[in-house]
């Protein structure tokens, strides 16, 4: 009984951590669909959506996002989320050409303009 018991317990926890990887990966996507990835330069993407951006601080030396490696993906999850990124503009593809798999872009979001003290 003792080894029935580990597996039905095994097989939940696995149940478990896969339910919570599939959930994380849906994340992933959903986010990855609201970032348009652009090639062209921000003049072009400000021409293209008829308003302004401007570029988000990764507040790192690089300002740009790399979807090649997890760090930089994390990264793009994140500014997404709490900074309103909504494109990476002078988007590089990777050399598999592939646009969501990985690549190279700044950051932006729409500019927002800031009120006087008035």
Same mark, same amino acid.
């Given at each position: 009984? +003792?080894? #029935? ?7 939940? =926890?696995?149940?478990? @951590? ?5 959930? %994380? ?7 990855? =669909?609201? @970032?348009?990835?652009? &090639? ?5 993407? @400000?021409? #293209?959506? %008829?308003?302004?951006?401007?570029? @988000? ?13 997890? =760090? ?8 997404? =989320? ?8 002078? #988007?590089? &593809? ?7 798999? +990985?690549?190279?872009?700044? &950051? ?8 006087? +003290?008035?």
């Amino acid at each position: 009984m +003792g080894l #029935f018991s580990r597996n039905a317990t095994l097989s939940a =926890e696995q149940a478990r @951590v896969k339910r919570e990887v599939d959930e %994380r990966t849906q994340k992933e996507r959903e986010l990855l =669909e609201r @970032v348009a990835l652009f &090639p062209g330069s921000i003049a072009e993407y @400000v021409t #293209f959506r %008829r308003y302004d951006v401007e570029v @988000v601080d990764t507040e790192r030396i690089d300002k740009g996002v790399s979807l090649s490696d997890w =760090e930089g993906r994390e990264l793009l999850f994140y500014l997404i =989320e709490n900074r309103d990124v909504e494109a990476l503009v002078n #988007f590089d &593809p990777d050399k598999r050409g592939s646009y969501h798999s +990985g690549g190279y872009g700044l &950051p932006v979001r729409r500019k927002t303009i800031k009120k006087n +003290g008035t």
